[in-house]
């Protein structure tokens, strides 16, 4: 039998225990992070903190039906929607793993929960590499015309707004990202750790994950030097001052002593 896992990005992140609190349903796992619901006999939906809910066996109309009532709990909601599907076949003879389809010999709650949380951190990583990608892109913007001109667009208050807005939203990615490490579950069933393993290489979510990290490094150091270089303008500005003053100083006494004119 087939079955439709449906991930979808809907907010930066959910309040899962002002969910758990309103929804009352038969939770099979609830953690701080996720929760995981059987809503009927062959239908499950799992909610995950960092702004992913999962489906299995839902209509269209079920959906939005229940993305609309999860909505009030979440942060920064999306105006579209990132989603990924993938299927679940049971009853099968062996465990195999495709690119968009896994066959499973076993298809307790358990393994239906771990792969819509795999589908799901695949459409976070998604979510997260397009951050990353657009605020690369930015911080590309200002160093370029930094090696160009020698010099950043952006001075003073406007240039700490963006270095602010950008460490933001780099922390948002960043703490996130530790939780898609494997459930503890798979540490202790070899068939649950197998599956685990499995889907992680195809929706390549190490290297992927990886990849963020690389980029929120480089954003970093853009980052850094930026701060340095406000940091040295302010310094700058400072020293030209204490001169100026020196100088009106010393030409005070100058004019005192010759002319005997005091300013």
Known sequence: MTHQVL???????????????????????????ELFYRTDSNRF???????????????????????????????????????????????????????????????????????????????????????????L????LHTQRLERKGSLAIRGVKLKKYIGRTLVLKNRIAENLYIFDSPPETWEDESLDKIDTGLKRTFDLQERSRNIHEGLTIIRDNLDLFKDLLQYRHSTVLEWIIIILILVEVVNMILEKILGVHW
């Open 7 to 33: 991930s979808y990005q809907i907010a930066d992140s959910i309040d899962i225990k002002g969910f758990k609190a309103s929804f009352k349903a038969d939770i099979h796992f609830s953690g701080a992070d």
């Open 137 to 140: 892109e930015e911080t590309n």
């Open 45 to 135: 939906v799992c909610v995950f903190k960092y702004g992913v809910v999962s489906f299995l066996n839902y209509d269209p109309v079920r959906i939005a039906d229940f993305i609309g009532m999860i909505i009030p709990f979440c942060k920064y909601p999306l105006g579209e929607h990132l989603n990924e599907e993938y299927l679940v076949e049971t009853e099968a003879p062996e465990y195999k793993i495709g690119n968009n389809k896994i066959d499973v010999v076993r298809a307790d709650a358990d393994v239906i929960r771990l792969v819509m949380m795999n589908v799901s951190q695949s459409v976070a990583l998604d979510y997260y590499t397009d951050l990353m990608d657009r605020l």
